[in-house]
């Protein structure tokens, strides 16, 4: 009995149009149809994100503690490669690119726990007359960025609101904003060498240069305390990294 509801929820004409598009877009559709009919598909997910315990000026305070701003100096030393790489391409420095990723998902360690495929199936099923088809890009973007990176779609974890990556891209970010950014022509969000890249893409592409809360907002949203997050957690891991330059070699 299921099995039949869950087949019925599918037969409708917005699952066909993500269907059509994808094939559109150059996926085969024996890959869209094995993945409109895995067993782990659910286009009635329950969300249970809430509203934060912490309020911004609490987080932003955990934020700038010491051993916090100290762990993103670190992730930056480790990856300064890829930092450097996207700074020389796109003019954003790597400590900016660090406070985003540390604002998103701390560095990797919270990427999210919805199937993203899922989150987008439910939302294009249950939105409204107007913003349906946005939902729908989405899950066509998502499918062919899986194909592409082959990966598993059903195994991409992220937000509830359908963002992954430790970046936190929406798939139709990833389409026009992801970069492959140590040349092995996949473009994973999860591995720093792309992360920091499409970080970068993301935010010159929005104006970084000339503003740097405006390509925040667009990232975000412009009505939270989210730039001053990123901006202040930049401005603590620059401060480390003119310390250490200061000392004796």
């Not at 609490?58 to 490669?81: C, D, M």
């Not at 919805?114 to 946005?134: D, H, M």
């Not at 592409?205 to 975000?220: N, S, T, V």
């Amino acid at each position: 009995m299921l099995a039949l509801v869950l087949v019925a929820s599918l037969a409708t004409p917005r699952v066909d149009y993500v269907k059509r598009e994808a094939v559109a877009a150059g996926v085969p559709i024996t890959t869209v149809e094995f993945l409109f009919g895995d067993q782990r598909i659910d286009p009635d997910i329950k969300f249970t994100a809430g509203k934060s315990p912490l309020t911004w000026k609490e987080a932003i305070t955990n934020l700038l503690k010491p051993e916090s701003v100290a762990r993103g100096y670190q992730y930056l030393r480790e990856h300064q490669e890829f930092a450097k790489r996207a700074a020389e391409k796109y003019g954003v420095d790597g400590a900016s690119l660090v406070a985003v990723m540390k604002v998103e998902t701390d560095l990797g360690s919270y990427p999210g726990d919805y199937r993203v495929f899922n989150v987008f199936l439910t939302n294009l099923i249950r939105a409204s007359e107007q913003k349906w088809r946005w939902h729908g890009e989405n899950l066509v973007n998502l499918i062919q960025y899986c194909r592409q990176a082959n990966r598993d779609c059903f195994e991409i974890r992220g937000s509830w609101a359908g963002a992954f990556g430790l970046p936190q891209f929406l798939p139709f970010s990833f389409t026009h904003y992801g970069v492959d950014g140590d040349g092995d022509d996949v473009i994973d969000l999860f591995n720093p060498a792309d992360a920091f890249v499409s970080c970068a893409s993301f935010l010159a592409a929005h104006g970084w240069k000339k503003d740097q809360r405006r390509a925040l907002a667009a990232y975000f949203g412009a009505k939270s305390p989210y730039q001053d997050a990123v901006l202040r957690y930049a401005v603590a891991v620059r401060a480390l990294i003119e310390n250490d330059a200061k000392k004796p070699a």
